[in-house]
């Protein structure tokens, strides 16, 4: 099964908002499971993630501070056994 969550062309304004908020939504996820386990080494891995996912966003937002036209976005996920 495949969902299509975004497709499409955005301004570089929308694109880091958009961005942002997916990430954010990841990692708020991340820190919830934190939160609520005792297992230290899924709270490392989970912590890694987190610091993973701020990084890709400030390069993220980096290359597209420096568009100057739209940025086309897609973005599936995929659901599999």
Known sequence: ???KLIQGYFTP????DILTKMIN???EYHE???DKSSNEEDIKM???RIKLLQKD???AKKYIEQQDSKI???GDI???E
């Not at 304004?13 to 880091?16: A, P, T």
Request: proline fraction near 0%; hydrophobic fraction near 45%; charged fraction near 35%.
């Open 72 to 74: 086309a976005f897609k």
């Open 25 to 27: 939504i990841k990692i």
């Open 1 to 3: 099964m495949e969902i």
């Open 57 to 59: 966003l400030a390069s």
């Open 46 to 48: 989970r912590e890694e």
């Open 32 to 34: 919830s499971k934190i």
């Open 78 to 80: 995929h659901l599999y």
């Open 13 to 16: 304004e929308d694109s880091i």
